[in-house]
């Protein structure tokens, strides 16, 4: 195949899937370091109209401000174009995915794309070029960056959930959720769910051995074995749900006691987080002075005191004492570290057992 042949085959297969400028055509010979000029891809597009689209489809130019065109392929079909509205949730959706499965996804994602361009090509997809590539973004902060075998281990639980199979945990990494120091590996694993929580993918559901809830970052699993021993869910999702109604986040609690939890935030930092949802149940007052008072009815976990420690000194613990205690504690252990230069060592303070009530 001739290199032009290639380029027209490039060209077409990526018109596919949205709309181009000159400037992304451009931009991709850049990254694959090709010399192609600007006035090649307007003669290859060119051809493109008129020699190679298949009957069933036709290559539309729109010209834009300052005589810019966008060219882009529409499906000779019967479906009504999507309005403004639409388009942008399409946009908003394909920015807004995790970065984890936009990554290990790439093949799968791109089909959908494909599939849904096609049935709505007529939709002024064109309008939305610079808006898709520039001026909708995420920042993927708090995600993970490690994606080696992140698909077949998403795979892997999905089908052990779905098809209600036992899963052999044989190595963990590393301590994500609070899980206790005397959990040791390997273990069998009853999978329930999956849970996206603050930028990880993790798999929830019960050890086999004594039926205590376990959720793991996707990431920690190193090792692991699919099984065909089947397990009984019955009540088992009912009793995930319950037992993650009473954690703050998905972090382990200390014990197995409910608070009544009251938390005082300065006006402006209140005035953000008053807005946001935290817990099943979280509920907000204004006080007279202007600060909210956020109160909570759940456990106690790591996850709660260090989401207390992002607000800094725009927060206080008014009650239960336990938790002012706890978070009195861990800013002296903190500012030991930098008074005596204490070694940095490994040190999960709100691990299950490890704390006494107060």
């Avoid at 036992?166 to 959990?183: A, F, Q, R, W």
């Avoid at 050890?207 to 021993?229: D, F, S, W």
């Avoid at 409910?258 to 204004?286: A, C, M, P």
Wanted: glycine share 2%; with cysteine.
């Amino acid at each position: 195949m001739s290199e032009k042949a290639k380029r027209l085959m490039m060209i077409y297969s990526r018109l596919k899937s949205s709309p181009v400028t000159i400037e992304m055509l451009s931009s991709w010979a850049k990254k694959n370091d090709l010399q192609i000029s600007s006035r090649t891809f307007y003669r290859d597009l060119y051809d493109l109209e008129n020699s190679v689209i298949p009957p069933n489809e036709k290559l539309v130019v729109a010209v834009g401000e300052k005589n810019r065109k966008t060219w882009k392929i529409e499906y000779i079909n019967q479906e009504e174009p999507l309005n403004e509205f639409d388009v942008n949730s399409f946009i908003l959706f394909q920015h807004f995915i995790p970065k984890s499965i936009t990554y290990s996804r790439k093949d799968s994602i791109e089909k959908m794309r494909q599939i849904f361009y096609q049935k709505y090509s007529k939709s002024q997809f064109e309008h939305f070029v610079n808006v898709a590539k520039y001026q909708i973004k995420a920042s993927h902060f708090y995600e993970t960056t490690v994606f080696t075998d992140y698909h077949k281990i998403l795979d892997d639980c999905i089908w052990s959930i779905q098809n209600k199979r036992e899963l052999e945990l044989l190595k963990v990494n590393y301590d994500y959720t609070s899980i206790s120091s005397h959990l040791t590996f390997p273990q069998s694993f009853l999978p329930i769910q999956i849970l996206y929580h603050r930028g990880v993918i993790h798999v929830s559901g019960f050890l086999k051995e004594n039926n205590q809830l376990l959720i793991l970052g996707l990431e920690q699993i190193e090792k692991y074995k699919l099984t065909n021993n089947l397990f009984d869910n019955n009540g088992l999702v009912n009793d995930l749900a319950a037992q993650i109604s009473k954690r703050f986040g998905i972090s382990q609690n200390i014990n197995d006691k409910i608070y009544d939890i009251e938390l005082e935030f300065t006006e402006r930092t209140g005035t953000f987080v008053h807005k946001q949802f935290w817990n099943e149940s979280q509920t907000f007052e204004q006080l007279e002075n202007g600060n909210f008072l956020m109160k909570l009815n759940c456990g106690i976990n790591r996850e709660l005191i260090g989401w207390i420690f992002q607000w800094m000194s725009n927060v206080k613990v008014i009650k239960p004492t336990i938790l002012q205690n706890l978070v009195v504690e861990k800013y002296s252990e903190i500012l030991k570290l930098y008074q005596e230069d204490t070694l940095l060592v490994s040190n999960n303070s709100f691990s299950p057992m490890e704390v006494i009530d107060k």
